[in-house]
Each structure stands twice: as C-alpha cells, then as structure tokens.
C-alpha cells in the first residue's frame, strides 16, 4: 500500500502547522522525526481520517483521502496517549476490541496476535499490572486487530526506558516486512534501529524525506543524530 501526500497544508486559525507537504510511503517502515510541535501529529492525524486538512490531497494506492469509510478500513492507529481498562487482561483487551471492530476472533488468533508482538506469555495478566513497554506493545496489537494495510503510530517509544525502546523498534521491522507503518518520533535513535525510510519535519515543512542510509551524506554528517540537528537548525 502506497501513500501519496501533495501539496498538503493545515491552518489552526491564522497559524500554518503544516506547508506544502509532499511524500510518498511505501510499504516497510517510514520514520517522521521531528522536534516538539513540528506538526507529526498533526500529519499522522489528518492521514488517519481523524481531522480535517485545510488543502492538498492524501491518497492510499489511488483512493481519495476523503473516504473516510474506505480508509479507516486499511489504516490501524495508535495515538500518543491512550490507556486500558486496568482490570481486563490482555487477552480480554484483544478479544474486546476484536469485537468492537466486528472482527470474531477464535482464541488461536488472539494469541497468535500476541505473539506478533511478544506478549502471548502475558495473555492472563491485568494491564494494570504491564509496564509502558508492554502496554505500548498491546496498543499495536489493538491498532492491528482490523489487520489494516497501513499501520500509524503517534510517538511509539516516548517514555520508555531503553531497554523497552531496544524491544519496541525490533518489532517495528518485523511488523514492517509485510505492511506500510508510519511512525512518529522526536529520536533519531528511534529511526536509526527501526526504519528504512525517513521525512524529517521542522515547522511544518519536510526538511529530509529519503532512505535512511543517504541522510547522513546528504546532509554532510558523520552520524545521524548530527545529520538531524543540522537539519532542523537550518530552518
Ligand atoms: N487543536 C489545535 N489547535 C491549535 N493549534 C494546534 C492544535 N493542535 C496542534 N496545534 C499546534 O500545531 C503545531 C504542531 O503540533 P503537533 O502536535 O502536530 O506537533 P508534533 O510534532 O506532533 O509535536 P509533539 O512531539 O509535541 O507532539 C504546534 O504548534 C501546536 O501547538
């Protein structure tokens, strides 16, 4: 599944957050790394269907953005923030959002979901009882439960601690073969160990869009953690 962005630009009353966006993604993983109030979730938001764009056009393989119907068939999201009922485990989260989204799941397949994202040995445990690694991880397998072509994730690692973070973007490439997933961060780091693809974003314009590997000839560095802060202090 291909998405194409042109020409895309979002007003929040007089104030520009997002100008003249024009991107492709294709299928594999696709970073958009960019500082605090760069406009990534904005992006994210506005290609998941959840808000309105001002102008500029979004289509997935050739189906017009504006069909909300159509594309919130093909797209799994994950917002920033999110949180579970504490007292249901985690089978019973996947079982019930399985059920929301009109999918009948049998037990085989909830735990076959789990293990997509290693949590199948926790199946019985209360979320209340996970770490933010583990519930970041249940969060994917719920956006996955529709089995969606297009997978977007709104800061996927924020707030883990390293060795969560190790874990999450591994999962990323795995879940990345056979899908398109539109990740957002503000870490190179994030980028670096999970994506094949990059935009890089800073206030509201593409700055970088291109394979990971090349951004850091491209923009002259030795590393591309450098490479990024020499992206975003040029604007
Ligand atoms: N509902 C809104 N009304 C007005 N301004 C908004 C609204 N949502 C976001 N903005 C502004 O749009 C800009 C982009 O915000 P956005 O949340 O998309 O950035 P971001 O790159 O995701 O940042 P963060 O990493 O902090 O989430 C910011 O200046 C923000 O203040």
Redesign the pocket.
Known sequence: MNIEVKGLV?D??G?R??DDININIYKGVHGIL????????????ILSTL?PKTSGEVYFDGINGENKKEIRKIIGYLP?EFSFYPNFTVYEILDYFAALSNKKLSKAEILSKLEEVHLQELSKVKTKALSGGMKRRLGVAVAMVGEPEVLIL??PTAGLDPEEGIQIRNMFSEIGKDRTVLL?T?TAQDIRLSCNNLVV?NK?KVVYDGAVGNMITEVNSLTLEDAYMKLIEEV
């Not at 760069?38 to 994210?44: F, V």
């Open positions: 979002k929040y009353g104030k957050v997002l960019g500082p605090n109030g760069a406009g990534k979730t904005t992006l994210l938001r808000i920033q709104d800061e957002s503000h974003l509201g």
